[in-house]
């Protein structure tokens, strides 16, 4: 069942557009990550689909409704960030306790471990936490309330490596135990390659690719050698990447679409096969342009 | 009324110590649980404020005369013909605020007033009694429908020889402290807005002497009554 | 995870005890500003009179009307407070929609009047007992029947639930566009302005004569209260269209 559509979403702020022609559905039940440079549109996608925001045009279906101002995706679905906004009059507790009333699923249980288990005090102030002890918190709100849509904008926004690795063990853990579709977005593809099913890949306000984990890491290939040689044999190949490393060698990302025997005979010719890891293929195919960071501080 | 104040004294005394025990425990009660008090408290004290305040302003007001609503130019009217024409009757009894009686056989009186200029209202009795009876009328001072003459000083008199004194007290300010329902309440009920003081205390006086007793005075405007 | 399906009733619900919790700070405010406008109520008001020389008659009125004027501004600015970016970020963290929210905002803020006006009428001894307590005067007055407290806490509870709708128009209209901060009060003044140049009766004389003037108990409610409607109405719909930027 399609929990998510999107057909032509175009949204733009102050006549610029954010998103453009973007088009895409989502299934039950799968933990999509959402990816993309910063400013291509990810958090905006998710406010739309949360109903926090409208579109400029295009259709957005969740549950097949319209969620902006929809009760029942509102009810059926949670938006995680660090900007969540909390009464501050309310001690955390009391939060939580607001929280298991409104949202139907909502395991209390869960959250108090949890909470617990993050040394949060009870009587404290949201607005008084850290950063990072907003992150989490929100994480634990998100997580507990067992929403059919969970979504998780940047979740782990100031939280150190440890509790990030317990964010997202908590999570598969949770979400095996009790699916729900949940999207995250998040910078640190690297980290949580493991935890996502499919991906979504927003370029242009594009929906640039849309696939699942397995077919990502195959995707592409990378390529080092002689720069003659590889220009001989990406000639004809759309180049997702290419880096000149010392005089005369290149490394060259390109499509995998090669036969296994045209990977030998590359072997052969001296060239370097490696497979490209999904964190760094996103960065690849996102970039703006061909060449990287140390061509700014080239021939100075 | 000093149980009034030793009542309310102790209620702040336990606000304060409520407030001060709970920033005590431990921050147990802090901030969700103070506001809970404040406002407990707060309408506590103005529940039992309640039956004080309506103690406090009882007595004092339900006590006085009310006086109905007449207009202002007929009753103006109404007291000054009583006096002219005698008719001591018409006027009530709390408007009689002085009351002096003089032995005096002589024949003749000099008046003196200190003070401004008024009418001296005489009326001549039947015979001669060699008493001179001074009296002080007002025709009220009246605020919110009641009367609040027992705060003037009425003009006095003095006898020495054969000068009789009309003495118009100092220049005397009242300071009267009156409460008003809200407008919220006055919308509806149409109690009268703020300048509703529709008598301000004048006074006059008014002395029955013997039939023939010659009255003179520099300046005076001696009404006599007609009968 | 199965879906659920809510109603609007039972969100508002949620949300009105949600928020009753949670803007308790209000209450507190409300203490603080009557018990400030008992200190300004402290001196009375005055009248002066004196038809002669010799008696100087000088009256003073004390009454509550002080403090249900502060009531009156607490409520207009509460009212403008919960309609701020902030405030109605609150609710998106949890379940809900524009129309639920301006819902439960409106029961709130029509507990807030009513909490407001019990406590604005009743404050008016408590003024009393601090001029007992704190000067030796003597003090007249009639103690109040229970049938004028009644109307008294009725007709506030009603004027403040009508200034909330003002304040909560006024709060949506600036969510619009902060220009209205500048426009409203523009507007307002520049009516009297004009009036005032036309040399006729300005419009606030109106307004106050229809509302404030109304004697009738019946159709004074029936004025106010749909006045309030009205104004809600307005603000609801202009809320519902608006995004939550966060």
Redesign the interface.
Known sequence: MKVIECTDLAKSYFGKKVLNNLSFSIEENKITGLIGRNGVGKTTLLKIIAGFIKETSGEIKVFSERPFNSLNVSANSIFVDDQMSFPPALQLYELLEAASSFYPNWDMELAKRLFDYFSFDPKGYHNRLSKGKTSTFNAIVGLASHSPITIFDEPTTGMDASVRKDFYRALLKDYIAHPRTIIISSHHVDEIENLLEDVLLLKDGRNHLHLPMEELKAWAIGLKGPTEKIQEWVNDKEIVYENKIGTNTSYVVVRNDFADSALQSARLAGLEITAVSPSDLCVYITNQTKGGIDDVFKER | ?II??TL?LVTAILIILVIVISLNSK??FV??KI??W??II??G???L??P???L???D???S?EKVGDLEEDQDWTRFYTALGEGKLEQLKSWQLINEKSYDYSNQSLKVEIT??VSPVYVERKDRDDGKIEALVYTNG?I?SG?D?SDK?VPINFRLENDTFSVL??E???????????????N????QQA??D?SR???MEVYLKVPKSLQLNGTNVDFQYVKE | MSLKNVNLTEVVKRQYFFKLKANIDAMSSLVFLQLLAMLFSMGGSNSFHSSYDQVALEVSYFSGDVIIGFTMIWAFVTAITITTRQYRNHDFSFVTNRLSSSLSNILFLLTASIIGGITAILARNLLLVFKYIFSEEQIYGIPLTFQDLLLGVSATIIYLFAVSAIGYLIGALVQISKAFVVLIPVLFIGMLFIDGVMNRDPFIAYVFEFYVMESSFGLFFVKMVSTAALFFIASISILNRLEVRR
């Open positions: 009324m009034l104040g309310l921050r147990k901030t969700v506001t809970h404040l406002l707060y309408v004290v103005l529940l404020s309640f004080f305040a309506s406090l302003t009882n004092s007001m339900t006085r003070g401004p001072l605020v009641y609040f003037l118009h007290p220049h005397q300010s009242i300071n009267l402290s009156i409460v008003r329902n809200e407008f919220t309440i919308q509806f009920t149409g703020i300048n003081v301000v205390g004048n």
